[in-house]
């Protein structure tokens, strides 16, 4: 059983369309997270969210709007695309927050190609 | 603010050779470490993690890392590579709740 997945794999879109990825965890976990992984691999965190509640809200443009429905879900949602905006995106989930030592379990990432 | 360096962007080892990426940290308190390894086209796993207790912390796949508070070091070993350790490694601080990675080091091992 996949733990922590996302949807699409693949991304590829033109520069202004509004796209979201979808993230699911099954693993019954509190907090879940996005990452951003440029073309260097430098892996930055976006946003956290724990029960629902946004704990983690990094400087990225408010183009960016994460939504957890429940706390098995967080979707990304990514307005008016630009060209900067193609990188891997991950999903992550933890059972509690970070602070407690947990360890942090990863989707397969979601490449986003904006052309 | 913390932060994570490691040391060497491209680690080149042959197989059988012993395997050392370097982690560094800045942390103002006692952090938790943890390093973790992305095989080309997937999201990342968990190798080993140092929170509490002994500082020789072991992994999966043979590898190891010892928590050194005097040299603020985390560094990464394995005795003895395998083809199937080439991969992107990247180490980790967890100060709070946060996640702060370092750039990661990519492993080549050659035959």
């Known amino acids: 059983d996949t733990a922590v997945s996302q949807t699409p794999k693949y991304l590829v879109t033109q520069m202004g369309n509004d796209k979201s990825i979808k993230c699911e965890q099954n693993?019954?976990?509190?907090?879940m997270y996005w990452y951003k992984q440029d073309s260097k691999k430098f892996l930055k965190i976006m946003f956290s969210?724990?029960?629902?509640?946004?704990?983690i809200n990094e400087t990225v443009p408010n183009r960016f709007s994460p939504k957890s429905p429940d706390k098995a879900h967080l979707n990304l949602h990514i307005n008016s695309l630009e060209l900067g905006d193609s990188a891997v995106y991950f999903c992550?989930?933890?059972?509690?927050?970070?602070?407690?030592?947990?360890?942090?379990?990863f989707g397969p990432g979601t490449r986003l190609t904006v052309l | 603010a913390q932060s994570v360096t490691q040391l060497g962007s491209h680690v080149s080892v042959s197989e059988g050779a012993l395997v050392l990426l370097r982690c560094n940290y800045s942390?103002?308190?006692?952090?938790?470490l943890f390093w973790y390894v992305q095989y080309p086209n997937q999201g990342l796993q968990l190798l080993l993690k140092?929170?509490?207790?002994?500082?020789l912390v072991k992994g999966i796949n043979g590898f190891e890392a010892e928590f050194k508070k005097s040299e603020t070091s985390f560094h990464l070993t394995k005795p003895s590579a395998h083809m199937s350790d080439a991969a992107e490694y990247f180490c980790?601080?967890?100060?709070?709740?946060?996640?702060?990675f370092g750039a990661g080091t990519r492993l080549t091992v050659k035959p």
């Open positions: 992550a989930s933890s059972q509690e927050v970070l602070s407690t030592g947990n360890e942090q379990f």
């Open positions: 693993l019954g976990h509190d907090t």
């Open positions: 969210y724990n029960n629902k509640e946004l704990i």
């Open positions: 942390s103002s308190v006692p952090p938790y």
């Open positions: 140092y929170t509490t207790g002994a500082t």
């Open positions: 980790a601080v967890s100060p709070h709740n946060d996640m702060r």
